[in-house]
C-alpha cells in the first residue's frame, strides 16, 4: 500500500480558519434565526475598485481576439507588472529592487509555505508567538519539527514571545536561527515595527548568515509616515530578506488571486557541499517547475491597482476598512475592554474579558452576540487570552456587531 507524508499526522486540529467555520455552521444549523456577523478570517467584503474590473474586462475581450490572445505567460508574471510593482511599492520608497526579483503569485500563503522548497531540512527555524498559522503549519508539514507539545507548540521550533510587554515585537533571539518569519504589520495582533526593530533583525540575520521571511501583505494599511513598508527599506536587507506581499486585502483580491514575492539576486545560502548558491536562481527554477503563472486577466487587474484610478480607489477601500477597525477600537474601549492594533492595521486585538479562555470568549461572542472572531489561541500558545477581531466587512455589521457587544459587556 501506498504511504503518507506522517507529518501531516502531527497537525493537531484543523487548520484554524476552516475549523472557526466549522463551529460556525454548527451554531447556524442549530439556530437558522440567528444573523450572524463574521469578523473571524480577514476576507474583504468590499467590490472591487473599478480600475481594475475595467482592466480584467478589457482581458477578457482580448482573448477573444486572435490577434491579441494569449496563451501561458511568464511563470515570473508579465515584464509589465512586475515593473510597476518594482517602480512603485520599492525603488519610490529608496528600495534597490529591481523587476527582475519580483515573481508574480497567486498568493502570499502559497508563498510563504512553497519558499521552504528551496531551503534545506537542517535549518534552526523562529516564528513568534502568536503567529499566522501556516507558517507553522507549512514547517510542521515539511517535516521541519518534532510532534505537537501539551502546550501546542511543535518541538524543534524557536517560539518568540510577543505580548503587550514588548509591544508585539519579539526579542532580537539570544540564540543562532537560520530562518525567521516576521509578519508587519502583525497578523494577528496588528503591531507594526519601527525602522530601528527591523534594522536589528537585518544586523542579526547578516551577523548569522540567517533568512527572514517578511510578511508585508498589510502594508498598505500603514498610515503612520515613519512606519517603514518594506523590510527593503533597511539597505542590507537585500543581503538576508525575502518579501511577500499580496493584492489581496488593499485591492479586494482574495477572491481573484494575485500576490507577489521579492527574491533578490544578491541572497546567498548553503549547499551541502558548502558553496554560497543565488537563492532567486533556486526560486526561479522552482516557479518555472512547479508554477504556471498568474492569469493574463488577473496580471491587467493587479496593473491597474497603479494606474491613477487605481490608486485613488485602493486608497479608499483602505480608508473604509481603517474606519471600521477605528468604531471597533473605540467601541471596545468604550466598553472597558483592553484592545490593541487597528491603527496601521487592519485588526484589533483583544483582551478577553474576565480573564475567559480565548475559545471560551468564541462561544460566548458567537451565542450571545452572534459575532464571529478569532481564538488568541489559534494563533499561538502566547495568544491564549486574546481575540483578534478583522475589520473587513461592511460598516453596518461592523456597527450592528460592536452594538451587539456593547450592550452585553456595558451590562
Ligand atoms: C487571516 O484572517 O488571518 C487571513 O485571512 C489569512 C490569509 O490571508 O490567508
Not at 450572524?36 to 467584503?45: K, N
Not at 507588472?81 to 529592487?97: N, P, V
Not at 529591481?98 to 528551496?118: H, P, Q, R, Y
Request: aromatic share 12%.
Amino acid at each position: 500500500m501506498a504511504t503518507i507524508n506522517d507529518n501531516y499526522l502531527k497537525l493537531k486540529a484543523g487548520y484554524l480558519f476552516p475549523e472557526i467555520a466549522r463551529r460556525v455552521n454548527g451554531f447556524a444549523e442549530t439556530n437558522p434565526d440567528a444573523k450572524i456577523i463574521r469578523l473571524g478570517i480577514g476576507d474583504v467584503t468590499e467590490p472591487l475598485p473599478a480600475a481594475c474590473r475595467t482592466a480584467m474586462i478589457n482581458a477578457v475581450e482580448e482573448m477573444g481576439d486572435r490577434a491579441t490572445f494569449k496563451g501561458y505567460g511568464p511563470e515570473q508574471g508579465y515584464a509589465w507588472l512586475r515593473e510597476k510593482i518594482a517602480a512603485h511599492d520599492f525603488q519610490s520608497r529608496g528600495c534597490d529592487i529591481d523587476a527582475s526579483e519580483i515573481f508574480v503569485s497567486d498568493g502570499s500563503k502559497c508563498d510563504t509555505g512553497n519558499i521552504l522548497d528551496i531551503f534545506g531540512n537542517d535549518n534552526t527555524i523562529a516564528v513568534t508567538d502568536p503567529v499566522y498559522p501556516v507558517y507553522v503549519d507549512t514547517n510542521v508539514m515539511a517535516g521541519h519539527t518534532g510532534a505537537a507539545t501539551n502546550r501546542g507548540e511543535f518541538e524543534g521550533l524557536v517560539y518568540l514571545p510577543i505580548t503587550a510587554e514588548n509591544q508585539f515585537t519579539a526579542e532580537i533571539p539570544t540564540q543562532k536561527v537560520d530562518l525567521i518569519y516576521l509578519c508587519f504589520p502583525n497578523n494577528p495582533t496588528g503591531a507594526t515595527a519601527t525602522r530601528e526593530h527591523l534594522q536589528a533583525w537585518v544586523d542579526y540575520a547578516k551577523a548569522h548568515g540567517s533568512i527572514i521571511f517578511f510578511d508585508a501583505a498589510y502594508e498598505g494599511f500603514i498610515a503612520d509616515p515613519e512606519i517603514p513598508h518594506s523590510i527593503y527599506e533597511i539597505k542590507e536587507a537585500k543581503d538576508c530578506a525575502i518579501e511577500f506581499r499580496s493584492f489581496s486585502k488593499n485591492a479586494g483580491f482574495t477572491g481573484i488571486r494575485c500576490a507577489l514575492t521579492v527574491v533578490p539576486k544578491t541572497l546567498l545560502a548553503k549547499a551541502a557541499d558548502g558553496s554560497n548558491i543565488e537563492l532567486w536562481k533556486l526560486w526561479n527554477r522552482r516557479q518555472s517547475t512547479k508554477f504556471n503563472g498568474v492569469s493574463y486577466i488577473v496580471q491587467r487587474g493587479a496593473e491597474a491597482v497603479y494606474s491613477e484610478e487605481g490608486q485613488t480607489q485602493t486608497r479608499s477601500l483602505i480608508h473604509f476598512y481603517m474606519e471600521n477597525a477605528k468604531i471597533i477600537r473605540e467601541q471596545l474601549t468604550g466598553a472597558g475592554l483592553q484592545v490593541y492594533g487597528g491603527v496601521n492595521a487592519p485588526y484589533v486585538w483583544v483582551q478577553t474579558p474576565n480573564s475567559l479562555s480565548s475559545w471560551d470568549f468564541f462561544d460566548k461572542l458567537l451565542h450571545t452576540c452572534n459575532v464571529v472572531g478569532t481564538p488568541g489561541s489559534g494563533f499561538g500558545a502566547a495568544g491564549e487570552g486574546y481575540f483578534r477581531l478583522s475589520a473587513f466587512n461592511s460598516r453596518e455589521n461592523v456597527e450592528t456587531a460592536m452594538k451587539r457587544i456593547t450592550e452585553k459587556f456595558k451590562a
